[in-house]
């Protein structure tokens, strides 16, 4: 009963929410006037270029991947690496959050790798993507102090958090937790089960650390900044597209990239509604009319899911043909061993 309620509230209620978002944004637009905007004042140019910026970065995020498959399991092959990291995208438009798990289960089956280690590595890469957007946040609450803190409280109760922070009830729960970790590390080896979970621990604690045996480390370095450097440009280059937005200066295209980061947390498939409703917001803080920043909001995240979906979907029909020969061979393989 409970996995079927999760279940719910993570496929149906959560989709569900955003897509009242996108009609709550886009209630007052009307079908025509959108596409009499995108006949004849969109230039698609730019938006064609901020595609071609997407795929760099995912290209971009597979050989970073390698980086730190490489120390604890085996350096993928580029390829099957590549369209592994497509096929994530493409299931995170279908199930929210899925797509990390997902593209390990694919590259593990196919490189014969761990699967509790390809996971780390995963958990690594995010907690690094974490610490990036935090320098970005930083960079944006120091040059727009003003702008960030009146955006934050128009749209968010401050005084929430302060409630929760303040909660007996919440360092409970952190205590709970910190009595829970140190009797399961206490007691493992004592429970088979336990001993399992423990093994399975170890094997995800390898891959997380992997990025202290990564090898080439200037390369993981130059691979993080090229990636958010290209979900910089994505944002930029599309200001050009429309004579509302050509104006704005790298400032703001630095601010998007952080409320449109924030929005794509929400656990709603390819951040549907949320980030629109964030990157809309923060247009209008600018000065950009609601009608404009909303076919701009529209535009961009059309554009990139539908070369996700593209591209993803390509993926699973080119994985398969990719590693066709590799299944002969072992198979040739195991037949002359016997």
């Known amino acids: 009963m409970k996995k079927l309620l999760s279940k719910t509230i993570q496929y149906v209620l959560f989709p569900v929410f ?29 938006v064609g270029l901020s595609i071609i910026l997407g795929i760099l970065s995912h290209v971009s995020r597979a050989m970073r991947w390698q980086l ?34 997902s593209r390990c289960g694919v590259l593990s089956k196919y490189e014969k ?12 890469e995010r907690l690094v993507d974490v610490f990036v957007l935090g320098l970005i946040a930083l960079s944006v609450l120091v040059l727009q102090f003003d702008l960030i803190t009146y955006f934050f409280g128009e749209y968010l109760n401050i005084d929430s958090f302060a409630t929760v922070l303040s909660s007996p009830i919440f360092y409970g729960l952190l205590i709970s937790i910190g009595i829970v970790i140190f009797v399961f590390f ?14 399975l621990w170890l094997k995800f604690a390898d891959g997380l650390g992997s990025i202290r045996k990564i090898k080439n480390k200037p390369a993981f370095v130059f691979h993080t900044i090229f990636i958010w450097l290209m979900y910089f ?30 929005g794509m947390l929400a656990p709603v498939q390819g951040g549907i509604g949320p980030w629109h409703f964030m990157v809309i917001a923060t247009l209008k803080l600018y000065g950009v009319d609601a009608h404009e920043a909303g076919i701009f909001a529209l535009v961009v995240h059309a554009a990139q899911n539908a070369m996700i979906i593209v591209v993803g979907l390509l993926a699973f029909v080119m994985l398969p043909i990719l590693n066709k020969s590799n299944g002969n061979a072992e198979t040739k393989l195991e037949q002359s061993t016997i």
């Open 18 to 46: 955003g897509i009242l978002i996108i009609w709550h944004l886009y209630k007052d637009q009307k079908a025509d006037e959108i596409a009499d905007v995108l006949r004849n004042d969109m230039n698609f140019f730019w």
């Open 68 to 101: 730190l498959l490489e120390p604890v399991e085996k350096k993928p092959r580029f390829n099957n690496t590549f369209w592994v990291v497509m096929t994530g995208y493409l299931a995170n438009l279908v199930f929210p959050r899925m797509g990390e798990v």
């Open 113 to 124: 790798m761990s699967f509790t280690r390809v996971i780390g590595t995963v958990v690594a």
């Open 186 to 199: 206490k007691f493992s080896d004592q429970l088979k089960m336990l001993k399992q979970v423990k093994s």
């Open 233 to 262: 440009l994505m944002i930029y280059v599309c200001f050009f597209s429309m004579e509302s937005t050509a104006s704005l200066t790298i400032h703001a295209g630095i601010t998007i990239l952080l409320t449109g980061s924030l």
